[in-house]
């Protein structure tokens, strides 16, 4: 099994768009295996407030890491 990994745009018909870089090696009658990953509201927040948190680490802080 080969793994292509794309970004795809939702059409208006609810279809997924493919690249035409890919397209060729599709058939008509082919099969494929699809994995949605969302972004949800909460893991773009946590990715923030790690983000944040971790911007205000500071080496001195480093002491507290072996307690």
Do not use: C
Not at 7 to 33: C, M
Not at 43 to 54: D, L, P
């Amino acid at each position: 099994m080969k793994a292509y990994e794309y970004y795809a745009d939702v059409l208006s018909d609810g279809h997924l768009s493919i690249p035409e870089n890919l397209k060729d090696k599709l058939k008509p009658d082919s099969k494929v295996r699809i994995m949605l990953l969302l972004d949800d509201e909460n893991s773009v927040w946590n990715k923030f407030t790690v983000s944040q948190f971790m911007n205000g680490y500071s080496e001195k802080d480093a002491i507290y890491d072996s307690l």
